[in-house]
């Protein structure tokens, strides 16, 4: 089961495209996943037949756990486990330790395909499941640096001899109160995406302390140039330019000169990322889904409008691809400007330092020169991590931010 994105912790099987018998090709697509955020294409690692379907239709798994085997035509395969899922019953007969206490068996020679970018026996697999053992965080002695029974065994003892970490829960478990039984009701079962919106929601507005500022911004010259950019693209390229996309380049532009905002909590240290990867906040059927536009600060405002149309109708269409979901965000923009809200605040995206919920551009009164007149106004909030920054952070942010949208030659110079 591959890993899509770092939060992924299993994934559910949709669909079978290839059988077992099928040749397939490196690149093919051989399965569709469910995962926390979406689905998504499998594609097969190397080129041979589909020897073996280990996991059903339906079926959710661990991350890194083998959902089929793919070898050689030619290549003799051995009996599998009674259940059909994990490694050939042969190869966990051979590592099974024997009932007179003596010195555990060496590993099988069998070389196994990776797993989720990781070298590490089927065995070793097994064990480090059944203690909740993260296989990534252990250094393999095997051959390649595979990871052996023996390396997952010697990790859970040195762990077990570490004191504990105090760390806050992982997840909240909240009593949720039945029904009444005479009231007509519906039950929705929770998709795999909705599930993780609940958990990382919870998990963020419980550890992250929260704060947040306002601010109002007089989108007057940022309109005009918008329709001057969309009359010129309208002759010259299929490109329009959306509110929405002069906030995610302006946000972008900022970010590179905030490098605190443009960070991630990570426990006893704050990680400042070097590249900006301005994520949109989308909804769609089954939930909310974060695209995130690479190297923002880089793209051109149609870069980014071609970008973020093309992944938003990939998202709503059910057919967001794997390289969709290759690079994390470092920071959030939500915009619920068009259904014409006009403020309000988001919660922040972990282990993201901060979130931005943008408004409508509403014709408002404003005061200028002692006399009130009327000016296309949005209202912009951000939310922030007090343990990555303080509200001085966010202000000075937010006051660059203004001032680059009430001067929008910036974004195109």
């Known amino acids: 089961m591959p890993k899509m994105g770092y939060d992924m912790e299993e994934g559910k099987i949709v669909q079978w495209i290839k059988q077992e018998g099928d ?3 490196k690149g093919d697509v051989i399965a569709e996943i469910e995962t926390g955020k979406v689905n998504i294409e499998v594609e097969a690692f190397d080129a041979g037949v589909l020897r073996r379907i280990l996991i059903g239709e339906g079926q959710t798994v661990p991350v890194g756990e083998a959902i089929a085997w793919i070898t050689d035509a030619s290549e ?4 599998f486990a009674e259940d059909g899922r994990g ?3 042969g190869a966990q007969a051979e590592e099974a330790p024997a009932e007179v206490p003596e010195p555990a068996p060496a590993e099988a020679e ?28 252990i250094e393999g002695t095997g051959p390649g640096g595979r990871i052996t029974r023996t390396d997952v065994e010697a990790f859970i003892e040195e762990a077990e001899k570490a004191p504990p970490k105090p760390e806050a829960p992982e997840r909240v478990e909240v009593a949720v109160p039945e029904v009444l039984p005479d009231v007509p009701a519906e039950r929705m079962e929770l998709t795999q995406l909705r599930k993780t919106v609940a958990r990382r929601m919870t998990q963020s507005k419980t550890q992250a302390p929260h704060f947040y500022e306002t601010i109002s911004v007089d989108m007057g010259k940022a309109m005009a140039l918008r329709k001057e950019i969309n009359e010129y693209t309208q002759e010259h390229e299929d490109v329009k330019v959306s509110v929405n996309d002069l906030v995610v380049k302006a946000a972008a532009q900022v970010l590179s000169k905030y490098p605190r905002m443009n960070a991630s ?8 990322h070097q590249q900006v990867n301005v994520g949109v906040a989308v909804a769609t059927d089954e939930g909310l889904l974060t695209l995130v536009i690479p190297n923002t600060d880089g793209k051109s405002l149609s870069q980014i409008s071609r ?3 093309d992944k938003v109708m990939r998202a709503r269409e059910g057919k967001l691809r794997a390289d969709d979901f290759e690079t994390d965000g470092t920071f959030t923009v939500s915009n619920l400007g068009m259904y014409g809200i006009e403020e309000f605040i988001a919660i922040i995206n972990p282990p993201e330092a901060a979130i931005m919920a943008v408004g409508v551009v509403n014709p408002s009164p404003v005061v200028r020169d002692g006399e009130v007149t009327v000016a296309q106004v949005m209202r912009v909030t951000v939310s922030g991590d007090h343990r990555v920054v303080d509200g001085a952070d966010v202000a000075e942010f937010l006051a660059e931010f ?10 195109v110079v």
């Open 87 to 89: 490694a050939p019953a």
């Open 110 to 137: 069998e070389e196994f395909p990776p797993v989720g970018g990781v070298k590490a026996s089927p065995l070793a697999r097994r064990v480090a499941q059944e203690h909740g053992v993260d296989v990534t965080q």
């Open 23 to 25: 040749e397939v090709q």
């Open 265 to 272: 909590f990570a426990g006893e240290e704050v990680v400042l």
């Open 76 to 79: 003799e395969l051995p009996d």
């Open 402 to 411: 203004r001032r680059v949208l009430q001067n929008p030659m910036a974004l």
């Open 307 to 309: 970008e973020t149309r």
